[in-house]
Structures are given as C-alpha cells and as structure tokens.
C-alpha cells in the first residue's frame, strides 16, 4: 500500500525513461509475481508430513464427491449464508460485522475516489497522486507500529474501536464540510493521518473483538467471511463511486 502506489505514478511517467507509459505498471506487477512464483518454487518447503497431506486430500475428495451427489452448489451455498446466520445469534457478532463492513465501505469509498479528486480539482498529476498513497500508506503503517501497541497497553480493545470510529467520522465530515467552503488541496494532506491511522486501528481492533469471541476451531471460517466482506465492500464501492460521480 506503500510502495505500489509510489512505483505506479513513477512507472507510468515517459518523462522518466521514453518507453514507459500507462500499461508499464502492469508490466512491472506482472514480472514481479513471476519472480515471486519462481522463489516459491525454489525455496518453498512444505512443513506438513506427506503422509498427513495424502490422508487429508483423500478425506477431501470424498467429502466433494459426497456433496455433488447429495447437494447442488444452490444448497452449499444456502450452508454459507445459514451457518453465518446462525453464529451470528450464537456468538453475538451482527453489530461487530456490521462495523468492519461499514469501516470498510467508508475507507474503500475515500481511498478508491480521492485521486480522481485530486486530479479533477486540483490537475495532480500521477506522480503527485502516487505519493499522496505513499503518505495514506505510511502514516497507517506507522500508526499500527507505533501508536496501537502504546494504546492496547493502556485501554481496551473496544475503547480503542469506538475511539477510532469516532474520530474517522469526524475526520471525514470535515473533509466534507472544508472541501465545500475552502477549495485547496491541503486539507487532504491535513485530515489524511486522522483518516488513514484511526482507520487502521478500528479495523484491527474489530477483527480481533470478532476474532475473541469464535472459538478457537472457527478462526479460519470467521476470517474467511471479514475478507468476503471487505472485498464486498470494495467491489460495492468501486460501482458505486462510477456512479455517484
């Protein structure tokens, strides 16, 4: 989140050397997931015995094959959502996945169309756009460094959620109301480290609140329904900003 969007503004730029333009970035992205392909090959060693990983892929084979017998994927997928449902009741986390959902719609909505913004107002260029992610980047790594792990020594978790949630509410409707009144980009880079950092530790601070109360065999399960739902919201986000727009 750091460095992508830095090497993208600068990749695409043929001021910096002739041949690089819009589709470099994606070039450059392609060869560095082949190389990280190739590592994998080279050095990747699997810490599961053989014989267990043989045991397991046959357990797996015959619960498919028993499932396509037994249920079409409408049904599987009716499993999903009923088994979402009724942990949801169970272990009491509707309103804390409603949160990380919401977290995420809001953060996704601000991230996806800001350097649209950026661009249409104020004519950044690529490269000005790419180093405004840089500075999102950054201050959110460095807040989850730095500051969170000061905070969980002092307050609680939930403290720390609402805390964050409210301040990312307040740093938005500012973001809104001075963008309105005062046409300058610096407010951006002013409201950014709020945005950016409580951001990161209200998302953090949910997924563990969720994360405590799964028992310790769902952890896998939970985690895959926050990321089904972050990149929901992401995929919400990204139509509905062409949209609103």
């Known amino acids: 989140i750091i460095l992508g969007p830095l090497a993208g503004g600068y990749l695409s730029d043929p001021n910096i050397i002739f041949w690089f333009d819009i589709k470099t970035p994606y070039l450059f992205a392609l060869l560095l997931s082949l190389f990280n392909f190739l590592l994998l090959l080279l050095f990747f060693k699997e810490t599961l015995k053989h014989s267990f990983i043989k045991k397991n892929q046959k357990q797996v084979k015959n619960q498919v094959k028993k499932q396509a017998k037994n249920s079409p994927l409408i049904f599987a997928i009716f499993n999903l959502f009923w088994q979402l449902k009724n942990s949801i009741k169970l272990y009491s986390i509707g309103l804390l996945l409603f949160l990380f959902f919401s977290l995420e719609l809001g953060w996704s909505a601000y991230y996806q169309t800001i350097s649209l913004y950026l661009s249409q107002d104020f004519f950044y260029s690529a490269q000005k756009i790419s180093l405004f992610y840089t500075y999102l980047g950054l201050l959110m790594s460095l807040g989850l460094i730095l500051i969170y792990p000061v905070l969980i020594k002092k307050f609680s978790i939930h403290k720390i959620m609402k805390t964050s949630w409210a301040l990312v509410i307040l740093a938005l409707f500012l973001n809104l109301i001075f963008s309105y ?65």
């Open 181 to 245: 009144y005062f046409k300058t980009p610096a407010i951006q880079w002013v409201l950014a480290p709020v945005i950016s950092i409580f951001t990161g530790m209200a998302y953090v601070s949910l997924v563990s609140l969720i994360s405590d109360k799964i028992p310790a065999g769902q952890q896998g399960w939970i985690m895959g329904y926050l990321s089904t739902l972050l990149f929901f919201a992401w995929m919400l986000t990204g139509f509905m900003s062409g949209v609103l727009v």
